[in-house]
RNA sequence: GCCGACGUAGCUCAAUCGGCGGAGCAUCCGCCUUGUAAGCGGAGGGUCGUGGGUUCGAUUCCCACCGUCGGCUCCA
């Protein structure tokens, strides 16, 4: 299906100036046992004594390590301010001067309720460990034992593990980041408590990468990028979550389509189209309008009949499967569509083109018989790696669910697919998780994560089988044996959504596109006015070459454009001056900074091809 | 949806402890005609997020709403 010489994306290098991330990322066990956890896990508790001193009536919640820090919760009588967690931060520096001892006993549980009498938190929590045998994290332990941690006049309700000493903690690796809300327990029906996040390391210098980090993530930050570079905007009067894409950022989603369409093709996929509304009746016969009204966007009510607006593409292809009869010998039935879908999200979770209301799935259906899913199974999987790859993904891990406790259809179907999807990410030799009884009621799934240029995860394709619409639609086909079967379905979006896909290669390009992204791949700047015709004939010359190309004619000086050319991120900038009119030339220079030299027209128009042609980054 | 912070010109951000609102960049006009990241001068531009309230007077104080940001919950 992927053709021999697929272009495959030069190792990153040059222009993203991508400082190697040394932040160090342990395995999650590795993590646990790691001194960084300890210095964590203890930083936290110091941070809580802090607070304590500050508000001796406050209440403890729980306070983690995690994946860059650490967090307390607290239930404190005002709100936190940015002074508070200065304050806080040079008490905690005090304490960790201070030399405490870490100090481990295990308890029983009357000592435990009497410790902790006027700690709430802390008593559910003893509680649970007693009762549930889950720990404070919710894991379950084998044999409940309760046990504390002192470190000066601070105790807390713990099972470790902690530093010895405090001056394993190095009082300028520390730092407090940010004050937030958090529900006890996570739970959206009980009391928000005030966490602190803060971060910690071995060395002071390791802090300061960290934070380094941070600034580069800021930076790459899609919402500011895509306002600076003038690809997307939102707007609140006519409706949060909801993307504008101009000229420039409309060019690369159609470059993006185009692309998507032409490898669909090669990999024997078929298109179909299919209406963005539809009656309540889809919805009802899928399941899940009784699951998600409240997340769909209200219904509009058309001649004494309820509308919705699709948040999905299923029920509709499944519509085209059933205007016939269907037989065995034309499945497998591999229908794509980049089908544009709206939720109605929570105010609170909408992030600029990473979570939207209305947003593009590269949505696909498989329909297939059940001989057909290993090799459908394997095939999706190397289509999606191969798509994922072309646009500069090259780390990419895969994360099996698998049935839950609750599901439909039969559990040999289920333990059949299971086993294909399991074997697909072995036969390409993929890094996995599984996640035992982690899939949805109605299948098993992959999902595929990728690391961006700055080591973050995303989720992108998902894969999932669907043994629950078949059966509501009543899909079937006519087997070998006359019989009426029912097909295997699977549901599959590679990028996910256009929209925050876009978003996540604005960030791990940090805006500057490889160049048969870029919107503009190459501007001309002649460097006088009396250049500007020449510079037209060039442009025209790249533009038959189906280059994208604009000349900057302003009036300003070299300088001024190119600065202007460099803020934008366009790979080539075209300089043209007197020599280059003379000798029919245009002098390359790279948004790295480097400079080519001057080529002839032809020269640089078959540079470019080329790199647009292999997907090179510059 | 929940907790908190924030919302001033196209953008980034000042200011007014209640008394007719400012800068840089951008835009427009003019001069300059330029060799690899900002040439110079001038002009225009704001219902101070929206709606109420308090007040002689509100961008400033209070309330509600909308939106954004940091999290939490959620994500077919």
Redesign the pocket.
């Known amino acids: 299906m992927e053709p021999r010489n697929a272009p495959r994306p030069k190792r990153m290098r040059g222009v993203l100036h991508l400082r190697r991330c040394r932040m160090k990322t342990l395995s999650s066990e590795d993590y646990h046992a790691s001194p960084l956890y300890r210095i964590r896990h203890s930083a936290a508790h110091i941070m809580a004594a802090a607070v304590l001193e500050m508000f001796p009536e406050g209440k403890v919640a729980i306070g983690p390590p995690i994946e860059h820090g650490f967090?307390y919760d607290f239930d404190l009588p005002r709100?936190?301010?940015q002074e508070d967690l200065e304050k806080i931060e040079g008490r905690m520096r005090e304490l960790i001067a201070s030399r405490l001892d870490f100090q481990y006993q295990e308890i029983t549980p009357e000592e435990g309720q009497a410790l902790f009498a006027d700690q709430p938190y802390k008593l559910e929590l003893i509680h649970d460990i007693l009762e549930r045998g889950a720990d404070e994290y919710g894991e379950k332990t084998e044999h409940p034992q309760l046990s504390i941690y002192k470190s000066g006049a601070f105790t807390d309700l713990c099972r470790g593990p902690h530093v010895q000493n405090s001056r394993e903690i190095h009082p300028k690796a520390v730092k407090l980041?940010?004050?937030?809300?958090?529900?006890w327990r996570?739970?959206?029906d009980r009391p928000?408590l005030?966490?602190i996040?803060g971060t910690a390391w071995e060395k002071p210098e390791e802090l300061r990468e960290y934070l380094d980090w941070m600034e580069e993530v800021k930076k790459r930050?899609h919402?500011?990028l895509i306002?600076?570079l003038d690809l997307v905007s939102?707007h609140?009067?006519a409706?949060?979550?909801l993307a504008y894409w101009h000229p420039r950022g409309a060019i690369m989603r159609k470059t993006i389509e185009d692309f998507w369409r032409e490898r669909h093709l090669e990999g024997d996929y078929d298109f179909v189209y299919t209406p963005h509304i539809g009656k309540a009746w889809l919805?009802e016969t899928s399941g899940?309008l009784d699951?998600?009204r409240d997340?769909?966007y209200a219904p509009m009510e058309i001649d004494e009949q309820e509308y919705f607006i699709k948040?999905?593409n299923?029920p509709f292809h499944i519509l085209i499967y059933k205007t016939q009869l269907r037989s065995y010998r034309e499945l497998p039935l591999r229908w794509a569509e980049l089908g544009t879908v709206y939720?109605?999200?929570?105010?609170?979770?909408?992030?600029?083109l990473l979570?939207v209301r209305g947003f593009t799935q590269d949505d696909a259906h498989i329909i297939c018989t059940p001989e057909q899913i290993e090799s459908e199974a394997l095939r999706v999987l190397r289509f999606s790696l191969s798509l994922l790859r072309a646009f500069g993904f090259e780390q990419i891990e895969a994360y099996l669910s698998t049935r839950p406790e609750k599901a439909v259809g039969e559990p040999a179907r289920w333990e059949q697919a299971q086993e294909s999807l399991l074997r697909a990410i072995n036969a390409e030799n993929l890094v996995y998780q599984v996640d035992e009884g982690g899939g949805?009621f109605?299948g098993p799934k992959i999902d595929l994560k990728i690391k961006d240029a700055l080591g973050r995860e995303w989720q992108l394709t998902?894969i999932?089988f669907d043994f629950n619409e078949p059966e509501r639609f009543d899909m079937t086909y006519v087997g070998e044996d006359g019989q009426e079967h029912r097909p295997y379905m699977v549901?599959r979006a590679l990028l996910g959504s256009l929209e925050r896909f876009f978003g996540i290669l604005v960030e791990h390009y940090a805006g500057a596109f490889p160049v048969w992204l870029a919107p503009e791949q190459a501007r001309v700047?002649?460097?006088?006015?009396?250049?500007v015709e020449y510079a037209r004939q060039v442009e025209a010359q790249l533009r038959k070459a189906h280059l994208r190309v604009k000349t900057d004619d302003?009036?300003?000086?070299?300088?001024?454009k190119?600065?202007?050319a460099?803020?934008m991120k366009v790979p080539y900038?075209l300089?043209?001056?007197?020599?280059?009119?003379?000798a029919g030339a245009v002098?390359?220079?790279l948004?790295s900074?480097n400079?080519l030299?001057?080529l002839p027209v032809a020269d640089f128009i078959t540079l470019a091809q080329k790199a647009i042609e292999e997907h090179a980054l510059e």
């Open positions: 967090y709100q936190l301010t980041l940010n004050i937030a809300g958090a529900y996570g739970d959206s928000m005030q966490r996040y930050d919402r500011r306002k600076d939102f609140e009067e409706g949060p979550g919805w899940h699951f998600y997340s769909m948040p999905m299923c939720r109605f999200e929570k105010s609170g979770v909408l992030h600029g979570r949805a109605y998902t999932q549901h700047i002649p460097i006088a006015d009396r250049h302003s009036s300003a000086r070299m300088n001024a190119i600065r202007e460099q803020l900038m300089v043209v001056g007197d020599q280059e009119v003379e002098a390359v220079r948004r900074g400079n030299g001057a």
